[in-house]
């Protein structure tokens, strides 16, 4: 398995060529993989329609706009599979030509993550640093860190005497980058319909409003709407957006806390994102006082210069989650479903994307 850099020149997508007569396209949901799916469709000269409830293209509302924009392939390794592994690894390469084109300035980058615990929690830190270890190829596994070494990588970072490197994973600004892939699915021709939920998705055609419309191909995206045809639930995440002027930290730190998972994402603007809580509930309510209270205290106890940061923004968002936590790719003449993408959807989407593409290529 290759190990992508950030300067190595990314491979292109393989895109399905609209030949000499476009398919007249359906995509069910402008989230993540909406965005994905309408940008590539459309450059590949087909004609697109993308239907979503929101009512503009900002993205709020979808999860992939809340996401902290971690990628993660072998962090993720905690709950993910070896299939989950190698999409990450793939779309880490695909991100940096993905962007490269759109309108709007994307921040992406590949400096990697850090994984702190603090003195007591050396346990449950060594289970998962094991775990992750056992799971990920040599050239990806975890690098302890001495003191010194993580002093020189991030000079604010206190009170967390265990440190590793995974020196590979990367991260991307999902706020900037669902406002671009809108823009430039927008500037290749793609038509986006706001404010139309789809009631239900078939081979060749949807439902919406009461009436059944004809296309090509039906792309179905629609993360947690896309239920009751498909058994997905909502896993609720909270966020918490800091105003930090100030606070260096040039990577994604997780700490590993015995009972909850914390992590501190930089952003441009001297923004900082802790997160995320993971709670069994389609509760689209604000954050709750004990996760504020919890994501704050943990990230305060890594980064102490976070202290005069100030919450600016919080947000609540529903991870779409299948039963078995895995994405699903699924195929039938006229119809692609694309879900589950759970924790892990920026990590995983361009490299689903390319597949789900080639599922068109047998009528292109
Ligand atoms: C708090 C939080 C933090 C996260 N952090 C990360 C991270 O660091 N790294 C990472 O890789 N992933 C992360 N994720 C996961 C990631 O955001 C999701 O996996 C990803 O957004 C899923 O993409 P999607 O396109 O399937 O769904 P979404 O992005 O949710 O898009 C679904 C779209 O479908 C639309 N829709 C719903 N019903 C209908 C309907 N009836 N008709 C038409 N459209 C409909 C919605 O309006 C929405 O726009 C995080 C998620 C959360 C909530």
Redesign the pocket.
Known sequence: MSTPTGSASPPAIHLPPAGRSPLRIAI????????LLALQLARAGHAVQV????PDAT?R????????????PVA?LESADDHVFALGLRSLALWPGLVAGLPGPVDVHQRGSLLLAHRGDEGAASRVVDLVRAKAPPEHAPRGLSAPALAELEPDLRGAPHAWLLPHEG?ID?VQAMGALAQGAMAAGAVFRWG????AVAARSVR?GGQQLAFDWVFD??????RPQLPVRG?????LHLHAPGVRLSR?IRLLHPRHRV?I?PRAGDRVLV???EIESEDRSPISLRSTVELLAAAHSVLPALAEARVVHT??????ALPDNLPVLAVEAGLTQ????????????PALVERALHTLEPCA
Do not use: C, K
Request: proline letters at 4%; a neutral charge.
């Open positions: 069910a949901g402008a989230g993540l993989l909406g965005r239907f979503d409830p929101a993205g509302g979808a999860a992939g706009w809340t996401a902290a924009g971690m990628l993660s993720e991260q999902t139309q939920a789809v009631d919406l995206v629609r993360g947690t709407g896309a896993v609720r995440g909270e966020i994604p992590y994402v997160g995320a809580s947000e609540t968002n529903l991870r779409p694309v879900n589950g993408l759970f924790r892990h959807g920026w990590l995983i989407a």
